[in-house]
T-cell receptor, first 113, second 114 residues
Framework: GENVEQHPSTLSVQEGDSAVIKCTYS??????FPWYKQELGKRPQLIID?????GEKKDQRIAVTLNKTAKHFSLHITETQPEDSAVYFC????????????FGAGTRLAVHP | SAVISQKPSRDICQRGTSLTIQCQVD?????MFWYRQQPGQSLTLIAT?????????ESGFVIDKFPISRPNLTFSTLTVSNMSPEDSSIYLC???????????FGDGTRLSIL
């Protein structure tokens, strides 16, 4: 079945800097890769996702890149702001289902003013 | 996206008891799921709640411990049975509105077992 590894586990940046979080997956058949942001005590919220037929997707300060050959995908946040501080989770489909997701271990991002 | 509501939002229970968590979506959805998030950890899929049939459980989770119902396209329940302190977690419901659509989550139920 699918396995997802996420790095780093913690990331500390200064406001205005960029942050990059990387995930690798094991199942070459996986075709959908969402990213969720979870603030303390809140629900995971989808912030961006990418399907395997594209290599990059951007939404304002957030972008996701996908390298199918290497089986990894990354979240890029530019011009970070203190409100970007949260735990970020990548995910990939559990084998056998588009919507059944397996999550990475999470990255705790701290943006310092 | 669909609005997903969970009840209760939190509870403190005695070991050996059972608790049923409700998940209500404001529109019909194709798929509903239940996840567990242990303190400070990631999300782990418990099962897929199938409308009108038995849930599909992931490895490590069994029906006797986590019975699930889904009587219609907008509602599901998860019961945590015979609870022990190790069951202290956040339990999250999620839903997908259609094929190849993103998955969205409820606010979760924070469960503490004494």
């Amino acid at each position: 079945g699918e396995n997802v590894e996420q790095h780093p586990s913690t990331l500390s940046v200064q406001e205005g800097d960029s942050a990059v979080i990387k995930c690798t997956y094991s199942d070459s058949a996986s075709n959908y890769f969402p990213w969720y942001k979870q603030e303390l005590g809140k629900r995971p919220q989808l912030i961006i996702d990418i399907r395997s037929n594209v290599g990059e997707k951007k939404d304002q300060r957030i972008a996701v890149t996908l390298n199918k050959t290497a089986k990894h995908f990354s979240l890029h946040i530019t011009e970070t702001q203190p409100e970007d501080s949260a735990v970020y989770f990548c995910a990939a489909p559990l084998s056998g289902g588009y919507n059944k997701l397996i999550f990475g271990a999470g990255t705790r991002l701290a943006v310092h003013p | 996206s669909a609005v997903i509501s969970q009840k209760p939002s939190r509870d403190i229970c005695q070991r050996g008891t059972s608790l049923t968590i409700q998940c209500q979506v404001d529109s019909q959805v194709t798929m509903m799921f239940w996840y567990r998030q242990q303190p400070g950890q990631s999300l782990t899929l418990i099962a897929t709640a199938n409308q009108g049939s038995e849930a599909t459980y992931e490895s490590g989770f069994v029906i006797d411990k986590f019975p699930i119902s889904r009587p219609n396209l907008t509602f599901s329940t998860l019961t945590v049975s015979n609870m022990s302190p190790e069951d202290s977690s956040i339990y999250l419901c999620s839903a997908v509105t259609g094929a190849h659509q993103p998955q969205h989550f409820g606010d979760g139920t924070r469960l503490s077992i004494l």
